[in-house]
């Protein structure tokens, strides 16, 4: 729960660092998206036994959560280009939902 609450107040001072709207709608919506593939993804990094977090940890948690946003990002700008929906109406969306994670866990995947 630490790790999730930790992340998501990285998520949220991201969203607030934005200038642009659509990203910052992106942060705002697409949180638990992001948090579910990074829990599904880096299972190490999630499921450590100790309570507490080392720097070391917070430092690739960040690292990794702050990645893994772009290329979620990059990947629903692309799939949803800015003209169609926003941001809210994608993540709220079943089969938009299923298709982004698709493409996303290709991508993972390749790397």
């Known amino acids: 729960m630490r790790i999730f609450q930790y992340l998501d107040q990285i998520f949220e001072n991201s ?10 709608n992106f942060y705002q919506h697409g949180r638990l ?10 299972k190490s990094l999630i499921n450590k036994p100790e309570v507490n977090l080392s720097q ?12 893994l946003a772009e290329v979620i990002y990059t990947l629903a700008e692309s799939q949803f280009p800015g ?8 993540f709220r969306s079943l089969t938009d939902i299923k298709s982004l994670m698709s493409v996303v866990m290709q991508e993972l995947a390749g790397k």
């Not at 003209?83 to 994608?90: M, P, Q, S, V």
């Open 56 to 67: 070391d940890d917070i430092t690739e948690l960040s690292r990794t959560g702050i990645e």
């Open 15 to 24: 969203r607030k660092a934005e200038t642009e709207t659509r990203r910052k």
């Open 83 to 90: 003209d169609e929906k926003g941001y809210l109406a994608i």
């Open 33 to 42: 998206f992001i948090l579910d593939i990074l829990s599904r993804r880096y």
